[in-house]
């Protein structure tokens, strides 16, 4: 059997893994989605009945064939999209071949009989900030007070509740030329609150923190790490300067664990790389959830085996396939 890992192949967490999975004596196959359709050819056939052959599903990639009948585990990493051809040139013909492209893979997904980290319909769902923070709230994690508006008047009465100087806000999601860090509001900002009527956007209370905690979630496997992000010179969002940050293994209350535990359940994750704020209190509160998110850098500070632990996931649930 093989683990089938769908990432371009420069994304380091991918090759990261699939060096472990190979150090286990596994066979692993990093797909770029990108590749499909113009460097790849998907052929899925089916027979008429399960007894005439029933069905053939195949990757063949730069003249390297794919059976993915013999994949028995797959990490859905970061799937870059497919690549429509620049010979189509009309709009609304490279619509159409981009939505066919995206329906024949969106039902190989859901046809193929393997074991998912995260299957691609859960990971879409669980991206969703909104959810998220209904599902950590519905488990019993503490979350920030949060207004998610496009309406200047409600952002303003959220706002004036908490004084601007304690509100955060940031964004859903970033693009290929447009991303914002989480930043605390200013007056230069309060100035330009009309402009939210042209997109809504997150408004959440800020979280005084004596440090973060990124956990990192691998199946029954809970890494926690404290990112003191309170000494360097960005405490708000501990990715500006994370060089700075000093980083350290950590371990979580019984109760947080077991409330992050139901997170993942809920969501229905396999994987998950989730972002906590303890308090001067003692609260772990959730800031949010990412489906696919980094490691390597708590790995490397903290000596957490993580890479270790999601390669033997994937290679055992594989063989469970194979068995």
């Not at 029954?220 to 000494?231: H, P």
Request: a negative charge; glycine letters at 4%; proline letters at 5%.
């Amino acid at each position: 059997m093989t683990v089938l890992i769908l990432a371009p192949d420069t994304d380091e967490h991918a090759t990261a893994v699939a060096g472990e999975i190979r150090t286990l004596g596994h066979d692993v196959r990093i797909v770029d989605l990108a590749a499909f359709p113009q460097r790849a050819f998907l052929t899925l056939r089916y027979d008429c009945c399960a007894d005439c052959g029933g069905r053939r599903f195949a990757f063949t990639i730069e003249g390297e064939r794919l059976d993915l009948a013999h994949v028995g585990a797959i990490w859905w990493r970061r799937p870059r999209p497919p690549d429509i051809s620049a010979d189509i040139t009309r709009p609304g013909h490279r619509d159409f071949a981009a939505n066919e492209t995206q329906e024949a893979l969106a039902g190989l997904w859901h046809a193929l009989d393997a074991f998912w980290v995260n299957d691609p319909a859960r990971d879409h769902v669980a991206h969703r900030k909104v959810y998220q923070l209904r599902i950590a709230q519905d488990s019993g994690l503490r979350i920030p007070a949060t207004s998610i508006t496009n309406d200047p008047d409600a952002a303003r009465i959220f706002i004036d509740a908490s004084g601007y100087r304690n509100v955060i806000c940031k964004s859903f999601a970033a693009t290929e030329v447009e991303w914002r860090e989480t930043r605390l509001l200013t007056q230069e900002e309060l100035a330009r609150l009309d402009n939210v009527r042209y997109a809504p956007v997150i408004f959440q209370e800020y979280i005084a923190a004596v440090y973060d905690v990124r956990v990192t979630v691998v199946g029954e496997k809970m890494f926690a790490a404290a990112i003191y992000s309170q000494e360097t010179d960005y405490p708000v969002d501990f990715r500006i300067d994370i060089a700075n940050a000093r980083i350290e293994a950590v371990e979580l209350p019984d109760d947080v664990q077991r409330q992050i535990r139901e997170l993942m359940s809920r969501l229905g994750l396999v994987y998950g790389a989730i972002d906590l704020r303890l308090t001067p209190d003692g609260d772990h509160v959730f800031l949010e959830i990412n489906p696919a998110g980094q490691w390597l850098f708590v790995e490397h500070a903290s000596q957490q085996p993580i890479t270790a632990a999601l390669a033997r996931l994937l290679v055992d649930r594989d063989r469970h396939h194979e068995a």
